[in-house]
């Protein structure tokens, strides 16, 4: 179903992400969601799963893509619960299978996950008219066949109302609302990121971003020690 193929487009892409403030007062934590944390070295076990990694700053963004979807989960877990949403079991062998990746690797669980929430949530949030704003992002961050969209906003723009971008305003600001209630809190060593929520119209793909805030508790950087020293194995 076109639901169901957006949401494993976006999660292979590990598109976007996080809007990243503080982890409380310890270093060692990477990621605090819904009361719960999650340690630099549980991320870098499933970073270390993945395999291509050959530079230090791809493996910098390999966990934090980790991190992100981590967040991304058991954020919309904690909102799917509280709004009567129903989320089905990950098809973790389904997903690896039609994706190419490992059925056996954490990371490949994360992504079936986030895939079955995604489109749980798409499922359930209602059709939003957008706003300019949304119109001229959604322009901004399409394409097709890889390549940039360049017409003019002026052009298209009747082409990008409520019943081409709809549901993907109301899956983001579902996805806002989730972000904001699991009080998510990542640290600061893994960058700015944004979570970009996928649509299509017609054969054009596009995005629309979600900064996770978090919440404004003291930022605390991740050591110096913690900046990746070694490639992991594939």
């Not at 690797?105 to 706003?131: C, D, F, N, Y």
């Amino acid at each position: 179903m076109r639901a169901r193929r957006l949401a494993t487009i976006a999660a292979v892409a590990v598109m976007g992400a996080l809007s990243l403030s503080g982890c409380g007062t310890d270093p060692d934590v990477a990621l605090y969601v819904d009361g719960h944390s999650y340690s630099r070295a549980e991320v870098d076990a499933v970073a270390a799963e993945i395999p291509n990694q050959t530079k230090p700053e791809q493996v910098k963004l390999i966990r934090g893509q980790v991190v992100q979807l981590l967040a991304v989960r058991d954020s919309i877990a904690r909102y799917a619960k509280n709004h009567d949403i129903t989320v089905p079991a990950p098809d973790v062998a389904g997903y690896a299978q039609e994706s190419g990746l490992p059925a056996d690797k954490r990371h490949t669980e994360l992504l079936a996950g986030i895939a079955a929430s995604l489109t749980a949530l798409q499922q359930a949030a209602p059709s939003v008219a957008p706003s300019e704003a949304d119109q001229r992002e959604a322009l901004a961050n399409s394409t097709v066949q890889g390549q940039p969209v360049t017409d003019q906003f002026e052009a298209v723009q009747k082409y990008l109302g409520k019943e081409q971008l709809g549901k993907v305003v109301g899956v983001r600001n579902a996805l806002r609302e989730a972000f904001a209630e699991a009080k998510v809190t990542v640290n600061p060593g893994f960058g700015d990121q944004v979570f970009q929520v996928p649509g299509q119209i017609g054969q054009v793909n596009l995005w629309l971003g979600v900064p996770v805030r978090g919440t404004e508790s003291p930022v605390t950087d991740l050591p110096t020690s913690a900046a990746p020293t070694a490639t992991p194995e594939p």
